[in-house]
């Protein structure tokens, strides 16, 4: 990771609105917002996840906004979720970057009358493009590095 000293103002706005596209991406799922959600995606775009960690077998992979439909539907099941994300890094190159970010993502649901909360350490290894001066995700990675699930008071 570079340390930035000094950043065109171009620079600095580019790696503000793929920041705010890490933001818009985890506000959209909490709101249940899966048209929002999938507006920040090129046409496109392919989303892969690893439910299994980082080094293993994609758990499925998706290509073209429109497939993302049900992905982001599913988080229905939910009561509640919140998304809250770190540290990220961005390399910027020109109208294409690439990125890494971490997200905690908390999932609460009752299961047989429990109240219970799924919480998931998630990385996002992504691509974003830049179309007509729009930052989207062109390629997003999600890998679960770790899950808990355990019940969870009122």
């Known amino acids: 990771m570079s340390i930035h000293t000094e950043i065109s103002p171009a620079e600095a706005a580019d790696r503000l609105a793929i920041r705010e596209l890490f933001d818009a991406y985890a506000t959209a799922a909490d709101r249940r917002d899966a048209e929002g959600q999938k507006a920040l995606f090129a046409e496109d775009s392919r989303f892969i996840v ?4 980082p080094g293993t077998e994609a758990s499925y992979a ?9 992905v982001f539907a599913d988080l229905n099941r939910y009561q509640a979720t919140t998304h ?25 649901y009752t299961e047989d009358g429990v109240r219970t909360i799924m919480i998931a350490s998630l990385r996002y290894l992504d691509t974003f493009t830049k179309i007509d001066g729009v930052w989207y995700f062109a390629e997003r990675n999600l890998v679960v590095d770790w899950t808990e699930t355990r019940p969870s008071a009122a």
């Open 62 to 70: 998706l290509d073209g906004r429109e497939a993302l439909t049900p």
């Open 84 to 108: 809250f994300n770190g540290q990220s890094t961005i390399t910027l190159n020109g109208d294409s970057a690439t990125g890494e970010s971490y997200t905690l993502a908390h999932h609460l």
């Open 50 to 53: 690893f439910m299994d960690g």
